[in-house]
């Protein structure tokens, strides 16, 4: 009987949990699910020997199954490769079938991974270049929506930085600057570094265990300690998050949002072909499955999709360096206090994004220069609220000269996102004890008077809005939809 419960669990968690396919480093052979299972089967003895020891041993601090699961995942193991790819020469799954190992730079730094690998004592390895089937779009598919998965299951990521000698050579380092190595570098519970010359960059096993190249990397990417030692994926802190990618590339346009998949923990079709409008439908699934605000505090150019959305990570600020690795608990973007802060349950209907915010109305006041004699000619724009909404101080925008035409026509406001609200009753309100994160809005009057003929939309900002009034603003929240 506990032979077959081993049995059930080690086949569950080989084909659920690895990779499609793992080179067997001994032949340097494909193996797939079904021929790694049958790699491990002899381990269904040797677990059922450890597991009475293991029960003995703790008989009250995990269950069976969860004890099993243990011991499996301790003995399939498999070392994964984190690198960036070769303009051409890297070994492909075909040439792995064929055992066509042709030589070149591509195959030596497979090799590479491969003995590295062995001194882990990893006999299955997986890496990108060689171990998908992109001809099945069902593989590739798979791929892309687990890949964050299977770096986190692994037992060792081995990471090449090939521009880099020592940690100083790090702000350099492309490796850092590619999109899908974010998530290669977070998910794994352990990963070893190496130089342009195969030689690591610490004596330690684990470069998660903090020293000087968890600082290094810390640094260079704006990513704090704790985030870096213990990654959980999930849609809390999505600017913070957005804001590690904001500066890394990838070659497909769409691939920028398919390497967030893993980090946000959400589920999205892969549809090459269609552009900025997967960055667009990761938004929406967060938007969908999580109530954070933080998702809204963005600058610079706006979605194709969606006016209150940004076109890209690039929108998303990094944070203060200073507070990366301050002790005690990280600032939040929206200080929630003792309330409900803002729209408990924005929403992407038929009608655009449905988003409650807190209006101020707002007067233009003037332009004026943000950078005398900048090349870009970034001008700023000034606003001021009635005596009966005061603000601490003008609200001024950032933009870029001819970005925005002010419109006599028109009507502005700024829309509170972050406000306090009580969770009962209509009315939600500001107060003079912080900043607030707001959108700048404006609407056309029409050619008659009376109620505006269009709604508010957002009009994109070089600058997070920030407004802190002079006093209490109270009011109900006035909805607002945000179409193209």
């Not at 964050?148 to 090449?160: E, F, P």
């Not at 999930?234 to 070659?251: F, L, N």
């Not at 600032?331 to 729209?343: M, T, Y």
């Not at 609407?443 to 008659?448: M, S, V």
Request: proline share 6%; net charge negative.
């Amino acid at each position: 009987m506990a032979s077959q419960e081993i049995q059930a669990i080690l086949e569950e968690y080989i084909f659920n949990e690895l990779p499609t396919h793992l080179l067997y480093v001994p032949h340097m052979r494909l193996m797939r699910r079904e021929e790694v299972q049958m790699h491990f089967q002899p381990l269904v003895a040797e677990i059922g020997e450890s597991l009475q020891d293991s029960i003995t041993a703790h008989p009250l601090q995990t269950s069976r199954a969860r004890t099993i699961r243990d011991l499996v995942k301790r003995r399939v193991k498999y070392a994964i490769f984190s690198h960036r790819w070769l303009r051409v020469g890297e070994p492909t799954f075909q040439d792995m079938l064929r055992g066509d190992m042709k030589g070149g730079p591509g195959y030596e730094k497979l090799k590479e991974f491969c003995n590295k690998a062995g001194e882990y004592g990893c006999d299955f390895v997986w890496s990108d270049t060689c171990c998908i089937d992109k001809t099945s779009s069902a593989e590739l598919d798979e791929a892309i929506r687990s890949m964050c998965r299977w770096y986190q299951n692994s037992d060792v990521c081995i990471a090449y930085l090939a521009d880099s000698t020592t940690i100083i050579d790090f702000e350099h380092e492309m490796w850092f600057r590619r999109g899908w190595t974010l998530q290669e570098m977070l998910a794994p519970k352990r990963i070893k570094l190496y130089n342009k010359g195969w030689i690591p960059f610490s004596g330690d096993e684990n470069d998660k265990n903090g020293g000087n190249v968890l600082l290094a990397i810390s640094s260079v990417t704006k990513i704090p300690l704790h985030d870096l030692e213990d990654f959980k994926p999930g849609m809390d802190r999505v600017a913070e998050k957005m804001s590690w990618a904001s500066r890394r590339r990838t070659t497909r346009v769409e691939d920028v949002a398919y390497s967030l998949i893993g980090i946000f923990d959400v589920s999205l079709a892969i549809a090459y072909g269609e552009g900025e409008r997967a960055f667009y439908r990761l938004l929406a699934a967060i938007i969908q499955d999580s109530n954070g605000l933080d998702i809204f505090y963005w600058k610079g150019e706006r979605s194709l999709y969606n006016r209150a959305l940004p076109k890209s990570p690039a929108c998303y600020p990094w944070l203060d360096s200073r507070l990366l690795n301050s002790p005690g608990p990280q600032p939040a973007l929206f200080n929630h206090g003792s309330n409900l802060v803002g729209d408990q349950s924005p929403a992407l209907t038929n009608r655009g994004l449905r988003l409650n915010v807190l209006l101020v109305e707002v007067k233009f006041v003037r332009w004026q220069p943000a950078y005398a004699q900048h090349p870009d000619a970034i001008i700023e724009m000034v606003f001021r609220a009635s005596p009966l909404h005061g603000l601490e101080e003008d609200v001024t925008i950032t933009t870029s000269s001819g970005e925005y035409t002010i419109h006599s026509h028109f009507d502005y406001a700024v829309g509170i996102i972050d406000y306090h609200n009580m969770g009962y009753g209509e009315e939600v309100f500001a107060d003079s004890s912080r900043m607030y994160t707001a959108f700048l809005l404006a609407r056309a009057r029409g050619e008659r008077p009376g109620p505006p003929y269009e709604p508010w939309c957002k009009i994109p900002t070089e600058n997070v809005v920030k407004i802190q009034p002079r006093s209490t603003i109270r009011s109900a929240p006035d909805t607002i939809y945000h179409t193209r």
